[in-house]
């Protein structure tokens, strides 16, 4: 049974990082094909997604906040953590992580299981 | 706005059917495999269809989904009240981030 979930503070003041940690459970990050993404939702809005960590420790960032994105994975704890600097009110929103699984065709990846999500609010 | 492009809303009424498009582009959706995402009121997203057309194991057959070109459709039969929800689209781009649709709101009438 695949489980994950989310944990980090529910409020962060504008200009702190915030870290979050992803705890999941039923797979390991460490078989070929296994890959956890990290996506965020505002309220009312869509889903975005932020950055993915891959079995082999390759790492992607999306385009427009990789400079305030870093992603790694503690294979023996079963965790991904995500810290984002420099937070601002507009990053409002639900964190999810979920477990990313890579199909056989190239291009071929799903977020398979999600966690609860975690809302975390930005503000002084 | 997002890469994706989807109608914001659909409606349709008990047991009808009813599609959802998600339009990209030869970067995205034209070179790379589509899923399809429900996402209840007040729940995290779930996964209703991989690879295009594939369902995960317990998503019932009313779902399916297509893919052409540069877009994918998303089709449900026998529409449900239980069916009302936000509905995304995804895939892989080649700038290397994953891309979601803006969502779909479905009401059952």
């Known amino acids: 049974q695949v489980t994950l979930r989310e944990s980090g503070p529910a409020l962060v003041k504008p200009t702190q990082t915030l870290t979050l940690t992803c705890t999941f459970s039923?797979?390991?990050?460490?078989?070929?094909?296994?890959?956890v993404s990290w996506i965020r939702q505002p309220p009312g809005k869509a889903l975005e997604w932020l950055a993915r960590?891959?079995?082999?420790?390759?790492?992607y960032y999306s385009t427009s906040l990789k400079t305030r994105l870093t992603i790694s994975k503690d294979t023996s704890k079963n965790q991904v953590v995500l810290t984002m600097t420099n937070m601002d009110p507009v990053d409002t929103a639900t964190y999810y992580c979920a477990r990313t699984r890579r199909g056989d065709g190239s291009g071929s990846y799903s977020f398979d299981y999600w966690g609860q999500g975690t809302l975390v609010t930005v503000s002084s | 706005q997002s890469v994706l492009t989807q109608p914001p809303s659909v409606s349709a009424a008990p047991g009808q059917k009813v599609t959802i498009s998600c339009s990209g582009s030869s970067s995205n959706i034209g070179n790379n495999y589509v899923s399809w995402y429900q996402q209840l009121p007040g729940t995290a997203p779930k996964l209703l269809i991989y690879d295009n057309n594939k369902r995960p194991s317990g998503i019932p057959d009313r779902f399916s989904g297509s893919k052409s070109g540069t877009s994918a459709t998303l089709g449900i039969t026998g529409l449900q009240t239980g069916d009302e929800a936000d509905y995304y689209c995804?895939?892989?781009?080649?700038?290397?981030?994953?891309?979601f649709g803006g969502g779909t709101k479905l009401t059952v009438l």
């Open positions: 039923g797979f390991s990050l460490s078989t070929s094909g296994m890959c």
């Open positions: 995804g895939t892989w781009d080649s700038s290397l981030n994953w891309v």
């Open positions: 960590i891959d079995w082999d420790d390759d790492k």
